[in-house]
Protein backbone atom coordinates (compact mmCIF):
# COMPACT_ATOMS: atom_id res chain seq x y z
CA UNK A 1 0.00 0.00 0.00
CA UNK A 2 1.20 3.15 -1.08
CA UNK A 3 1.57 6.40 1.53
CA UNK A 4 -1.95 8.44 1.68
CA UNK A 5 -2.07 11.79 0.99
CA UNK A 6 -3.32 14.32 2.85
CA UNK A 7 -4.81 17.86 2.13
CA UNK A 8 -3.25 20.49 3.53
CA UNK A 9 -5.27 22.67 5.75
CA UNK A 10 -4.89 26.66 4.18
CA UNK A 11 -6.39 28.57 6.69
CA UNK A 12 -8.02 31.96 5.56
CA UNK A 13 -8.60 34.92 7.96
CA UNK A 14 -12.24 36.13 8.24
CA UNK A 15 -13.77 37.95 5.05
CA UNK A 16 -14.65 41.14 6.52
CA UNK A 17 -10.87 41.94 7.62
CA UNK A 18 -8.56 43.81 5.95
CA UNK A 19 -5.26 45.61 6.33
CA UNK A 20 -5.23 49.38 6.61
CA UNK A 21 -4.52 52.48 8.70
CA UNK A 22 -6.20 53.80 11.39
CA UNK A 23 -7.29 57.06 11.61
CA UNK A 24 -7.61 57.31 14.91
CA UNK A 25 -4.63 55.51 16.88
CA UNK A 26 -2.72 55.59 13.43
CA UNK A 27 -1.69 52.26 13.71
CA UNK A 28 -1.29 50.50 9.97
CA UNK A 29 -3.34 46.71 11.23
CA UNK A 30 -5.94 44.62 10.64
CA UNK A 31 -9.59 46.74 9.96
CA UNK A 32 -13.03 44.80 10.41
CA UNK A 33 -15.46 46.45 7.43
CA UNK A 34 -18.99 46.13 9.05
CA UNK A 35 -22.10 46.78 7.97
CA UNK A 36 -23.86 46.47 4.65
CA UNK A 37 -22.40 47.27 1.43
CA UNK A 38 -22.98 51.29 0.68
CA UNK A 39 -22.54 52.75 4.44
CA UNK A 40 -19.65 50.29 5.80
CA UNK A 41 -18.07 51.86 8.42
CA UNK A 42 -14.69 49.93 9.67
CA UNK A 43 -13.42 48.52 13.13
CA UNK A 44 -9.57 48.95 14.23
CA UNK A 45 -8.69 45.60 15.98
CA UNK A 46 -5.80 47.81 18.28
CA UNK A 47 -7.85 50.30 19.48
CA UNK A 48 -11.42 49.43 18.92
CA UNK A 49 -12.45 52.73 17.14
CA UNK A 50 -15.30 52.53 15.04
CA UNK A 51 -14.93 55.36 12.03
CA UNK A 52 -16.06 55.76 8.40
CA UNK A 53 -13.93 54.88 5.50
Do not use: H, S, Y
Not at 32 to 51: T, V
Amino acid sequence: MGRRKTQKIIRTGPKNATTGMCPVCKTIGKVFILGPPGEERAKCEKCRQEFEL
